[in-house]
């Protein structure tokens, strides 16, 4: 499996947030602007590696495993930064800039995942 640069440029943006709500879980008392613009970040990564995906596929580039799993990864992964988001909205502790960090960890796996997909690598 050869990782194209979306999944290092994603595993790049996943690894600055984490370590912004980490930072921000263990100074803060309620989820900070940094934290939840670094959750933001990892969702609009999250949109342009689907509008990347979508272009490649239908240029002809086929996915080697299910796309309905890859898919299906990918909405997932898009609807957790916008629940962590709210919850940081709507709880204002310290246990929403865990949540907050639990989005990005989350996403990197998330992303390995879609990598094995499109390439077609089996898990290990």
């Known amino acids: 499996m050869t990782p194209d640069p979306f999944f290092f440029v994603g595993a790049a943006i996943c690894a600055l947030s ?23 970040a990892v969702e609009l990564f999250l949109v342009a590696y689907g509008i990347g995906a ?3 596929q239908a240029g ?4 080697r495993g299910e796309p309905w799993e890859f898919w299906g990864y990918l909405a997932t992964a898009l609807i957790l930064p916008v629940v ?8 204002k502790t310290r246990w929403s800039n865990a949540v907050l ?22 898990l290990s």
């Open 101 to 122: 960090a639990a989005v990005p960890l989350t996403i990197f796996v998330m992303l390995f995942r879609m990598e094995q997909i499109w390439d077609g690598a089996p």
């Open 18 to 40: 984490l370590v912004v709500c980490v930072v921000a879980a263990a100074t803060k008392t309620y989820p900070g602007d940094a934290a939840i613009v670094s959750v933001a």
């Open 60 to 63: 002809g580039e086929a996915l």
């Open 54 to 56: 979508a272009i490649r």
């Open 84 to 91: 962590a988001f709210w919850w940081a909205v709507l709880d």
